[in-house]
């Protein structure tokens, strides 16, 4: 079983290279966009509360991601394995994860971490808005938001996964299928 950390900030291409992992690997992607997505159009009570934070460009609470992140998992008991895509974003989230997946006898092998310069970022994002729909895209005080939330408050877990020996930077910059060769690389 392999598990996998893909990190990087929002417009990093951490879904697009998420695809093609899961193909190479047979792994289960829990993004917790693709969750949170799910859980507000669904309009449970952690998707209207997640959804509140969100439509701020702020992160969602620790305990509510937490949650839905536990759920996902324990519905997919017979996986070969599980990338991360957004998930942990905090210290106290990495702890939480590496504690309940140690509870089923399962670990982080990897962290890969998507480099994209915040310029790009933006641009990548502006771009994903026209067309995805998505509001946390289509505004660029809210990109910018997201970008800073992400410096301030994520990017310290490089921090906890490289005192692990699990952190792997990863050009992200260049062709969909150079930056998936760097990550097979940094597999092994």
């Known amino acids: ?11 990093a291409g951490k879904g697009t290279q998420a695809v093609s ?19 507000i159009s669904q309009k449970t009570e952690l998707g209207m509360l997640a959804k509140s934070y969100m439509d701020k460009g702020d ?3 620790d305990e509510v991601t937490i949650k839905m992140l536990k759920s996902e998992v324990e519905k997919q008991p017979e996986a070969a394995g599980f990338i991360f895509d957004g998930f942990p974003r905090t210290v106290a989230q990495a702890e939480a994860l590496d504690a309940f997946l140690a ?3 399962m670990k982080i092998e990897h962290v890969l971490s998507l480099e994209v310069p915040d310029e790009e970022l933006v641009k990548r994002l502006l771009n994903r808005g ?9 505004n660029q005080d809210v990109v910018w938001n ?10 310290p877990l490089k921090n906890f996964y490289e005192e692990q020996s699990k952190l ?7 062709s969909l299928n150079d930056i998936f060769g760097r990550l097979i690389s940094a597999i092994g």
């Open 1 to 11: 079983m392999i598990n996998l950390v893909l990190f990087g900030p929002p417009g």
């Open 21 to 39: 992992l899961v193909e190479k690997y047979n792994l289960y992607h829990l993004s917790t966009g693709d969750v949170f997505r799910y859980n």
């Open 59 to 61: 992160l969602v609470p």
């Open 103 to 105: 509870d089923k006898e």
């Open 130 to 138: 026209k067309t995805s729909g998505r509001a946390d895209d289509a």
């Open 146 to 155: 997201r970008i800073k939330e992400y410096n301030s408050k994520t990017a």
């Open 168 to 174: 792997r930077g990863i050009n992200g910059v260049g």
